[in-house]
T-cell receptor, first 112, second 115 residues
Framework: GQQLNQSPQSMFIQEGEDVSMNCTSSSIFNTWLWYKQEPGEGPVLLIALYKAGELTSNGRLTAQFGITRKDSFLNISASIPSDVGIYFC????????????FGTGTLLAVQP | DGGITQSPKYLFRKEGQNVTLSCEQNLNHDAMYWYRQDPGQGLRLIYYSQIVNDFQKGDIAEGYSVSREKKESFPLTVTSAQKNPTAFYLCASSITLTGIDSPLHFGNGTRLTVT
């Protein structure tokens, strides 16, 4: 079945560093979403992308919908300790439903 | 504040027992979903519902059942037929089922442990 390849699997960085993670697929999608999940909580939507080539920012976060519609990246600038969590990409393949496929997540640890 | 409430946060059951997880939303969303999360894996869709009294199987529906008698409620029953029920269960909702500009909003999950 369809799946999203998310990398890296984990990142351990120092506070203040920039972070970059990405998702790729062999299939074409028309939605890319980025979620953050903190321990014991549900994922929270960070950024939603609906158009190929779209570049969207949310504070220190920037995400882009790849021009081929098969990939997306998320950048976090000047990381802070509260950025810790698991970041998931999710993508929709449209059609008659809004069902999403989720990546396996990137675990981010930020050392003060 | 509008949101999705899942209860309980932690649930323990003996093998062979059915257990029902609660999910309530006051966002007036039409669509609701149940996902299962296992360590190191992405979320996998169990069931989803577009409107009241209608629901569809997701990718891993075997051993689970749902009902949608009210717009705001979408309980999930984990039956004894589910071979590996211990997991973190997430309920979500969206304004509509169709339409790509209707992102999912998640509850805070229920961690089910079956021994």
């Amino acid at each position: 079945g369809q799946q999203l390849n998310q990398s890296p699997q984990s990142m351990f960085i120092q506070e203040g560093e920039d972070v970059s993670m990405n998702c790729t697929s062999s299939s074409i999608f028309n939605t890319w979403l980025w979620y953050k999940q903190e321990p014991g909580e549900g994922p929270v939507l960070l950024i939603a992308l609906y158009k190929a080539g779209e570049l969207t920012s949310n504070g220190r976060l920037t995400a882009q919908f790849g021009i081929t519609r098969k990939d997306s990246f998320l950048n976090i600038s000047a990381s802070i300790p509260s950025d810790v969590g698991i970041y998931f990409c999710a993508s929709g393949y449209g059609g008659a439903t809004n069902k999403l496929i989720f990546g396996t997540g990137t675990l981010l640890a930020v050392q003060p | 504040d509008g949101g999705i409430t899942q209860s309980p946060k932690y649930l323990f059951r003996k093998e062979g027992q059915n257990v029902t997880l609660s999910c309530e939303q006051n966002l007036n969303h039409d669509a609701m979903y149940w996902y299962r999360q296992d360590p190191g894996q992405g979320l996998r869709l169990i069931y989803y519902s577009q409107i009241v009294n209608d629901f569809q199987k997701g990718d891993i529906a075997e051993g689970y059942s749902v009902s949608r008698e009210k717009k705001e409620s979408f309980p999930l029953t984990v039956t004894s037929a589910q071979k590996n029920p211990t997991a973190f269960y997430l309920c979500a909702s969206s304004i509509t089922l169709t339409g790509i500009d209707s992102p999912l909003h998640f509850g805070n999950g229920t961690r089910l442990t079956v021994t």
